[in-house]
């Protein structure tokens, strides 16, 4: 089973700011078979990126993935207020499907 | 638009049983694979089953492996999900997820989720 790492648990910042966000994979990803998923309270996961970096259908270009390997990030430029969520990053490369621990950012 | 909407969810004795169903619509769901994801009150998400647009090809966790059937009513644009066997540790609210493979080829990545159904493991 592949183990994802997500750091930080929290990540407090202010309107404006950059939030990086990290995860780390215990095994190679093969095929850039990861994704990352955002969380706001009382909902529902929403798809934000796959493929390491190819941003869904709706998803602001604020927010861009890149990595490779076992090292994996989501960046968050010119955050804004709605922004504040659980992010989750996924690698899909192999069976069992396995989800990160989740970073919470935190608006100022 | 894509909607999943999740029920069968509530409260059952630890070794008791639950079925979940997950309505779609908007979208040709026999064409779509789909998935079960689970959270835990306050904590991760985590996969749970797959199964592919035809049905034939299943997946499950090593966790649930045994005591979960994962199915689909294509006829009926429903996912399925037997719980059998139930423990305290698989208290946890259940989304659907649509994955954006095609037939039978599972991309394992999923867009979008429904609202999610909790189930409640406790005497």
């Known amino acids: 089973e592949t183990v994802m790492t997500q750091s930080p648990a929290t990540l407090s910042l202010s309107p404006g700011e950059t939030a990086t966000l990290s995860c780390r994979a215990s095994q190679r990803i093969r095929e850039n078979y990861l994704a990352w998923y955002q969380q706001k309270p009382g909902q529902a996961p929403r798809l934000l990126i796959h493929?390491?970096?190819t941003r869904a259908t709706g998803v602001p270009d604020r927010f861009s993935g890149g990595g490779s390997e076992t090292e994996f990030t989501l960046s968050i430029s010119s955050l804004q207020s709605e922004d504040s969520a659980v992010y989750f990053c996924?690698?899909?490369?192999?069976?069992?499907?396995?989800f990160g621990g989740g970073t919470k950012v935190e608006i100022k | 638009e894509v909607q999943l909407v999740e029920s069968g969810g509530g409260l059952v004795q630890p070794g008791g049983s639950l079925r979940l169903s997950c309505a779609a619509s908007g979208f040709i769901f026999t064409n779509s694979p789909m998935t079960w994801v689970r959270q835990a009150p306050g904590k991760g998400l985590e996969w749970v089953s797959s199964t592919s647009g035809s049905g034939l090809n299943t997946y499950y966790a090593d966790s649930v492996k045994g005591r979960f059937t994962i199915s689909r009513d294509n006829s009926m644009s429903t996912l399925h999900l037997q719980l059998t066997g139930l423990r305290a540790e698989d208290t946890a609210v259940y989304y659907c997820a649509r994955d954006r493979g095609y037939g039978d080829h599972l991309y394992n990545y999923f867009d979008p989720w429904g609202q999610g159904t909790l189930v409640t493991v406790s005497s």
């Open positions: 493929g390491i970096s």
């Open positions: 996924q690698h899909y490369a192999s069976w069992p499907l396995t």
